[in-house]
């Protein structure tokens, strides 16, 4: 009975430490509306809610808002044009070390693209050498022979050589080109 009450324990525990971790990873911020209402969201606040009415912010959660009017003026700037405070940096649009990144990978799928077809273009070449070699000796007329599916020696009849070229030549034909 004991290790009944154990296990509804450590699975109660579980279920409470998964369900708090699953409500962290979906609702990082929380602020008040005007009207008085909780809001809980994955994304920043309007701009038209203001510092105090935020609850609560994720680690190193910044939010772009818009000043005031007295924060213009005090400023030093007319009152009518609103005024963007941030505290991130603002970026160039292009971030040098991915840049680095996203070329060095260009250039490796390059190189292995062209490795991949010097070795295709070697495969071919060797099918066609050896293409050529058979049909010159199918052509030859010398007396040949192949094993059948029981282990059998099969010499060729005309039917059978005529048959043999045209599949080598066909191989030539898309290995020789």
């Known amino acids: 009975m004991n290790s009944g009450l154990a296990k509804k324990a450590v699975t109660l525990v579980l279920v409470l430490a998964g369900g708090s971790f699953a409500a962290s990873a979906f609702a990082q911020w929380q602020w008040l509306e005007k009207d008085g209402r909780k809001v809980f969201s994955d994304r920043p606040p309007p701009a038209e809610i203001q510092d105090k009415d935020i609850v609560k912010r994720p680690p190193g959660g ?3 808002a818009v000043a005031t009017d007295a924060t213009a003026t005090a400023a030093g700037k007319p009152a009518s044009a609103p005024v963007r405070m941030t505290s991130t940096p603002k970026l160039s649009g292009k971030d040098a070390e991915l840049e680095a990144k996203k070329k060095k990978t260009e250039e490796d799928e390059a190189v292995k693209k062209k490795a ?3 070795k295709l273009a070697q495969v071919k070449a060797e099918n066609c050498e050896r ?6 000796t199918l ?4 007396r040949m022979a192949s094993t059948n599916a029981k282990g059998e020696r099969e010499i060729y009849d005309d039917a059978k ?5 045209k599949r080598t030549q066909d191989i030539i034909d898309s290995s020789c080109k």
């Open 131 to 136: 293409a050529q070699s058979s049909l010159a």
């Open 62 to 64: 910044v939010r772009t």
């Open 161 to 165: 050589r005529q048959t043999e070229t």
């Open 139 to 142: 052509q030859s007329g010398v």
């Open 116 to 118: 991949a077809e010097e």
